[in-house]
């Protein structure tokens, strides 16, 4: 009785590994979830042109990590959304995306997409492409983005619009404090939508200079991006913070605006 009972288990058990094997061993179907990445790509697309952001941030997981291009690494949903809200206040109107996924891979739980991406003016021409990469999870019925990189094809163009300002450290500005400043104003403009606009500080290696050994410059992409920075209440607050040494070396500069000469 005690044999008959053992070879039944046992023969359960095989067919119960052997059941577990079998689905082990049956891929995903790729071509298939390839369809869905893509449908889930048209979606995303339509949420950026109709600025849907609600729409957008559906597409999310609440742990999501995205990298965008020429800017910090965001952490999470909230940190995602401020961010799509810069780009939306600072993208051209009429601007349309679409998005190609070229390939997919993975268990089909998870599935990393290398896609590329295609931008249009308002009068559908071309003006720009892009490569990206998502890590798609499966959560309940759907995929979630849970990773994500992108960055444009194009180099960064240079800047249009410049301030100069050449000067000598006067009292009570030491060249740590003023780097500080700017460094943590650089921050609230990145935060604004405009990574690598801002102010940088040099300064000069030669004993032979007497004067103006230090200058910082203004960087922009244009003089609307100046515009619009310094208006933002964030950046003015910012500026506000620092005012106070900034007035000291006004003091002392000479200071220019440039224009890029095309």
């Known amino acids: ?52 952001l609600d729409a957008l941030m559906a597409m999310y997981a609440d742990d999501a990590v995205s990298m965008p291009d020429n800017a910090p690494i965001l952490v999470g949903k909230a940190a995602i959304r401020k961010q799509q809200e810069q780009e939306f206040a600072n993208t051209p109107a009429g ?46 019925d759907k995929y979630l983005c849970v990773r994500e990189i992108y960055n444009s094809d194009k180099a960064p163009a240079p800047a249009a619009d410049r301030s100069i300002h050449l000067f000598d450290l006067p009292e009570g500005v030491t060249e740590a404090a003023w780097s500080a400043a700017l460094t943590e104003v650089n921050g609230v403009i990145a935060e604004l939508g405009y990574p690598g606009a801002g102010y940088y500080l040099y300064k000069t290696e030669s004993a032979d200079t007497k004067d103006y050994r230090y200058y910082f ?18 950046y003015v607050a910012a500026s506000e913070k620092f005012g106070a040494m900034y007035d000291k070396i006004k003091a002392v500069q000479i200071y220019r605006r440039m224009n890029l000469v095309k």
């Open 95 to 140: 601007r349309a995306y679409s998005f190609e996924a070229l390939d997919v891979y993975g268990d089909g739980n998870t599935v990393t997409e290398t896609g590329k991406s295609t931008y249009k003016d308002a009068a559908g021409k071309v003006t720009g492409t892009g490569k990206y990469m998502c890590v798609w999870e499966k959560q309940g």
């Open 1 to 52: 009785m005690k044999s008959n009972l053992l070879f039944t288990l046992s023969a359960a058990c095989l067919l119960a590994l052997t059941a577990c094997q079998q689905a082990a061993e049956t891929p995903a179907d790729m071509a298939q979830i390839k369809t869905e990445i893509q449908a889930l790509e048209d979606a995303w697309a339509a949420a950026l042109n109709a600025q849907d």
């Open 217 to 234: 410059e203004g960087v922009w992409p244009s003089a609307e991006a100046y515009a619009k920075i310094h208006e933002a209440p964030a």
